[in-house]
């Protein structure tokens, strides 16, 4: 299976910065890059996702950009909210289907 | 329309006891998985099923778990002689199960083993 991994762990910035978060992955079959938002108490909910076939996604303030041949893609999200605030997971799965193999997680926190 | 449910949201047992935890994927959903989320972790696969049969089990940890989906709709995660170990939130999720399909997660049932 692939191995993914997510920088940093723990992210502070401040209301209208912006933040990124980085995965990497080992897998050269993986062909589908999701990304995950988990609030406390709840499931994980797609966010964003980006196909092998695509260099760049952005949909509003989120945005990710994947470079396959370095195996890694980035999750942007720019003016931040408070209500951002929350755990992200990245992932590498071969397809949309397949299982999720989740990375350890980035807690981020926007401060008001 | 309604999203994943999960029952019960919170169940505590005893170590040793029987559990089962229910999932209630999207309706029209053919993909259905199990994952397992401990404190401070990225939510770990156990089982996925394609229809009624289980396509992946790999992520069962031992034979004390089982997962079944007899009609291809709801699911039961079974877990025999707990153990503190398995202390976690268990998450369901369903797909389509095509190709560009998203996975949609319920809200877990939190287990507790005293």
């Known amino acids: 299976g692939e191995n993914v991994e997510q920088h940093p762990s723990t992210l502070s910035v401040q209301e209208g910065d912006s933040a990124v978060i980085k995965c990497t992955y080992s897998d050269s079959a993986s062909n589908y890059f999701p990304w995950y938002k988990q609030e406390l108490g709840k499931g994980p909910q797609l966010i964003i996702d980006i196909r092998s076939n695509v260099g760049e996604k952005k949909d509003q303030r989120i945005a990710v950009t994947l470079n396959k041949t370095a195996k890694h893609f980035s999750l942007h999200i720019t003016e931040t909210q408070p209500e951002d605030s929350a755990v992200y997971f990245c992932?590498?799965?071969?397809?949309?289907?397949?299982?999720?193999?989740f990375g350890p997680g980035t807690s981020l926190s926007v401060i008001p | 329309g309604a999203g994943v449910s999960q029952t019960p949201s919170n169940k505590v047992t005893e170590k040793g006891k029987y559990v089962e935890l229910r999932c209630d994927p999207i309706?029209?959903?053919?993909?259905l998985y199990w994952y397992r989320q401990s404190l401070g972790q990225g939510p770990e696969f156990l089982i996925y099923?394609?229809?009624?049969?289980?396509?992946?089990d790999s992520g069962l940890p031992n034979d004390r778990f089982f997962a079944v989906r007899p009609e291809g709709s709801v699911s039961t995660l079974k877990i025999q002689r707990t153990e503190r170990g398995d202390s976690a939130v268990y998450l369901c999720a369903s797909a389509v199960g095509r190709e560009a399909s998203t996975q949609y997660f319920g809200p877990g049932t939190r287990l507790t083993v005293l």
């Open positions: 099923f394609q229809g009624t049969g289980a396509a992946d």
């Open positions: 309706s029209g959903h053919t993909a």
């Open positions: 992932a590498a799965p071969k397809t949309s289907y397949d299982k999720v193999i």
